[in-house]
Every structure is written in C-alpha cells, then in structure tokens.
C-alpha cells in the first residue's frame, strides 16, 4: 500500500511537515533578530547555525559518524549543492525585495515539489493536485505584482530559491529509499559547513567572532532548531509522498508572518493576503480532497477485508 494512501502513516508525516516549519520560523525569526537588531553578519550567523546543527545532531540517539556511511556521495553533493543554490538566491532577493514579498514567494516551493514529484519521482500526481498547483502559481503571480510600479526582476530571485529547494527536497524523497533521515541530515549540515566556514571568512563578512552574550544564545538556540527541524523534514519524507507533504509545508507561511508581526511589527500588504489565500487555499482545498480520499480507501479496505 502506497504511504500517502494509508491513514496513520500519513498523519504521521503530514505532523512532522507541520512541526519542520514551525521550527524553521522560529530559526528565520532568530537569525533577523540576530542580524537586523544584534548586528551580526548573515555569513557568520549562518555558519553558526549550521555548525552548532551538526555538533547537536552528531551525538544524538548515538547517530556518531556510522551516520556517514553511504554508497550515494554524489548525490549527497547534488542534493547540497541545489541547497546551496537556494540560500545564494534567497540572500540575493532579501537584498532587494521587501521580506514580505519574498518569504510569501518561498511558498511556491511545495507547488515545484508537488510538480517535479510527478513529472521526476513519477509519483500519482491526481488531477485535483496539478489544479492546486495552478492555482498556487496564480497567487505568486498576484504577490509578485509584474503589473504594478514596485515591481523589480529581483523577486524572481525568491522563485529561483523556491525551485532550488523544490529540487533538494525531490532529491530528499528519492535519496530515502536507501539512506537513513540521520545520515540525510548528517551529509546536509556537514556540507553546509565548511561552505558557510569559507564566505563567513570572507574579509568582508567579518569573521567568526560574535561580541554579544544575547547574540550566541540565540544562534545557539537557532543551531538546535536547525537540527531538529531538518531531521523531522527528512524524517516526513521517508513516512508519506512527497506530493501529499505539500500543503501541510504551507502552513510556516503562518508562522513566518505572525513571529514576523510579533517580533519586528511587520504587517503585509494586501497583494500578500490576496496571493497567500490563494497559496492556502488551494493547498486546504487539495487537503479536504486527499483526506476523503483516504478515507474512502480505508472503507474499500475494510469492507474487502
């Protein structure tokens, strides 16, 4: 029986989606902290991050460095290497477009997975989903505004970083048929260091030093985040089809812009709630449609037991 069509497993999934992005709200909502009010470097923030992740996950549940072993490097390099991508075009966009803008076009990134899980994992992708992946294009489209006078190219930047993470998460899902969620996570952060080491000594991101004692306890809170938030990513892939994670990933858009208005003051626009409705909605429409059809199944099943 495929995951996504079985109760329980996809329930299970479909929480450690939820409990991912929650974490990782909470991580971006540190890490603006950590820059925009604490003045330390986004290079420095982020080699902390991802080195402190590592340190926590290695002794975890006795993962060690058995956590390496793996017949797949290269594709362990693949998969960082469109992470890596990801965060380069991500940066690039908060550079120049409003962080409104560019945390709500994130959100195309599942409608990219939900596409490429058909078209490259040749998982069912039902006609309901391809409508809700229309239907989520329609609302980036309406948050990226082409049409009004604030409109520049550097939003499509947020979009390439969507695709970008839309095909490391593709990589994830296929990658889980012979590698372990620990030894996923581990390759991830051990990769991501010593990547984030080289730009954060770069002479112009000013190094490795953190001066504040409010700053390093909140990277290393970030760090544990992190860690704990990738493990439950790779952890929801290896349980339920990635198509059928995807509308449960929209749900950090809540978190990212409540802890945003909560923490910074910042309130959208409504191109925003307008493009994020219908991102939400057509991920709660596919939603209702996946759970009756789940339901069913389970009542086929039984009756033909």
Known sequence: MRLSASGQPAMTGAALMIGAGAGFACV????????????????????????????????????GLKGFATARPGAHLLRVAFAVGGVQLWTLGLAHVPIWQAIALIMLSPFFVTAGAGLLLREEVTPARWIAVLTGFVGGAVILSPWSDGFTLWAFAPIGAAALWAAAS??????????????????????????????????????????????????????????????????????????????????????????????????PPGSMWLGSALIVGASLWLLARERRGIGHRLTRERAGG
């Open 28 to 63: 971006n909502t540190l890490l603006q902290y950590v820059t925009m009010m604490l003045g330390v470097s986004a290079p420095t923030a982020t080699f902390w991050q991802y080195f402190i992740a590592l340190l926590v996950l290695l002794p975890w549940q006795g993962i």
């Open 170 to 267: 593709l990589m994830t899902k296929r990658m889980t048929a012979t590698e372990s969620p620990e030894t996923l996570t581990l390759y991830l952060l051990a990769l991501l260091t010593p990547l984030n080491l080289g730009l954060a000594l770069m002479p112009e991101a000013g190094g490795l030093a953190i001066a504040s004692a409010p700053a390093i306890a909140a990277l290393v809170v970030a760090g544990l985040l992190t860690a704990l938030a990738q493990y439950a990513l790779a952890r929801a892939y290896a349980t339920a089809d990635a198509a059928f994670l995807q509308p449960f990933d929209h749900v950090k858009l809540a978190f990212n812009v409540g802890l945003g208005a909560l923490v910074f003051g910042f309130v």
